[in-house]
Nanobody, 123 residues
Framework: QVQLVESGGGLVQAGGSLRLSCAAS????????MGWFRQTPGKEREFVAR????????YYADSVKGRFTISRDNAKNTVYLQMNSLKPEDTAVYYC????????????????WGQGTQVTVSS
């Protein structure tokens, strides 16, 4: 059974940093793309970043480029999202997801999802 478990969310002041973790289990993810998405009430789920597990190639949404970094640890089967220079508009529930479809930023391309972790950035 595939499981994605996020952790690391919390409350931080604007300009601060947080690191989210996504622990993956239940299968080998070496052929997968791992993505981070976020969602606020009343809005659609928004793509944040993705990484190809096999070679570490990354892609970011323009809104987070230069501030967020996605990475993975093969030994721990874990994907990270390092978030720096946080802004109040980064406040959302952040979700980790896994996809076998290449180059997609659409939530519909991701089959496995975690339960989400809340990130709140105060001004």
């Amino acid at each position: 059974q595939v499981q994605l478990v996020e952790s690391g969310g919390g409350l931080v002041q604007a300009g601060g940093s947080l690191r989210l973790s996504c622990a993956a289990s239940g299968r080998t993810f070496s052929s997968y793309f791992m993505g981070w998405f976020r969602q606020t009430p009343g809005k659609e789920r928004e793509f944040v970043a993705r990484i190809r597990w096999s070679d570490g190639i990354t892609y970011y949404a323009d809104s987070v480029k230069g501030r967020f970094t996605i990475s993975r640890d093969n030994a721990k089967n874990t994907v990270y999202l390092q978030m720096n220079s946080l802004k109040p508009e980064d406040t959302a529930v952040y979700y980790c997801a896994a996809s076998m479809l290449s180059g997609s930023s659409s939530p519909s391309a991701y089959y496995y999802w975690g339960q989400g972790t809340q990130v709140t950035v105060s001004s």
